[in-house]
């Protein structure tokens, strides 16, 4: 275990160290997130400036989720998507091979090999929104750290999830189309889960577990989530992530390298 931490530092400081040759595109990452940031609010100030409010959800508790959905969107952006993208090149472009010969797990490698600082403007937007919205709902210390626990099983979740869609480029080589379905079907946590109608509610929790990734997180937050909820994350992200590591080595015996 040493060694990996030892490996993820020699990884993130290279990783980190390059990025910054380019420092304008902080400046642009920013940008692009508070107008990302503007829309999510003004779409969901549409719903609450008439006096309307979903279902035991008030205008704070609301902005706990767009909290929670932007921090998400921070970590996507800084830690899944400058690594698990680059699964379909590997496989495209034969560099999987020489991923596969390395001394240490192909998943950690391939999970963990680079970071991308452009997305801290989220990960910082999504704190302050949810500090906000918590000063205004009265929330103490340990309700954030309650939260935490079904946030961290959100992004095992999302991971896991993610993963798995990448390891079929083994068989299926161009699908990085499915991938931006994902991130589309992802959208929908920026709202509470009641705010969908019931058939939408029952894709978006036991079809694609959105309702995991920032409704459950924001109901812990708020003292309100029954203790089933929060069992049932823990073990979905268990469990994904458990078949995501299976899932990955049943795709590697399909795996015929670039050299034969």
């Not at 008030?58 to 970590?75: D, E, K, R, Y």
């Amino acid at each position: 275990m040493q060694k990996y931490w030892k490996i993820l530092g020699l990884f993130w400081s290279a990783a980190i160290a390059s990025e910054l040759e380019y420092r304008l595109n902080f400046l642009l990452a920013t940008l692009s997130s508070v107008g990302n940031l503007a829309g999510s609010l003004f779409g969901l100030f549409l719903f609450y400036r008439t006096g309307y409010t979903f279902a035991g959800w008030s205008w704070p508790a609301a902005l706990v989720v767009l909290g929670i959905f932007t921090l998400l969107q921070g970590f996507s952006a800084t830690f899944l998507a400058p690594n698990l993208n680059r699964i379909v090149r590997h496989v495209q472009e034969g560099t999987l091979d020489f991923v596969l010969l390395k001394p240490i797990r192909s998943q950690f490698w391939l999970s963990t090999h680079t970071l991308s600082p452009w997305g801290l403007p989220d990960l910082v937007f999504g704190s302050i929104i949810i500090g906000y919205a918590g000063n205004s709902l009265g929330l103490k210390i340990g309700d954030y750290l309650l939260g935490i626990i079904p946030l961290f099983c959100g992004l095992v979740i999302l991971y896991s999830l993610w993963f798995m869609l990448g390891s079929t480029s083994i068989w299926f080589v161009k699908i990085q189309n499915v991938t931006e379905v994902l991130r589309g079907l992802l959208e929908a946590g920026r709202y509470p889960i009641v705010a969908y109608p019931a058939a939408y509610r029952f894709f978006f929790t036991f079809v694609v577990p959105v309702a995991f990734l920032t409704t459950i997180p924001a109901e812990a937050m708020l003292g309100r989530v029954q203790i089933t909820w929060l069992l049932g994350a823990g073990l979905l992200a268990v469990i994904l992530f458990f078949v995501s590591t299976w899932f990955w080595r049943f795709a590697l015996r399909f795996y015929t390298s670039a050299s034969s």
